[in-house]
């Protein structure tokens, strides 16, 4: 199966709509589509894996069976997340 990593780090993020939406609007936005990208990954056939150090999105990916790890730090674990599918299947072959 192939594994597709999907970095979150907040729900509270979306700065850049911060003039055009409230903070409770952006965060529901931000939900919604990580809902959309999980449920696509899901529906084309791999295993999706949310790589996050981010409490809030731990609890939703862990809800999905989404969750890759979140103890270590964001950037350890999108290494161990590599480590993972060159295992499942090496680069280059």
């Not at 990593?5 to 931000?30: E, K, N, V």
């Not at 894996?49 to 790890?69: F, M, N, P």
Request: net charge positive; charged share 25%; proline share 4%.
């Amino acid at each position: 199966m192939t594994i597709a990593g999907i970095p979150i780090r907040t729900f509270a993020g979306m700065a850049r709509l911060d003039g055009h939406l409230p903070a409770d609007a952006r965060a529901a936005l931000a939900r919604a589509v990580a809902t959309h990208v999980l449920d696509q990954v899901v529906a084309a056939g791999c295993e999706p894996v949310v790589v996050t150090s981010d409490a809030e999105v731990g609890t939703w990916a862990r809800s999905r069976d989404a969750l890759g790890a979140d103890r270590f730090g964001y950037r350890r674990e999108l290494l161990n997340l590599v480590k993972r599918a060159q295992r499942l299947r090496p680069l280059g072959r």
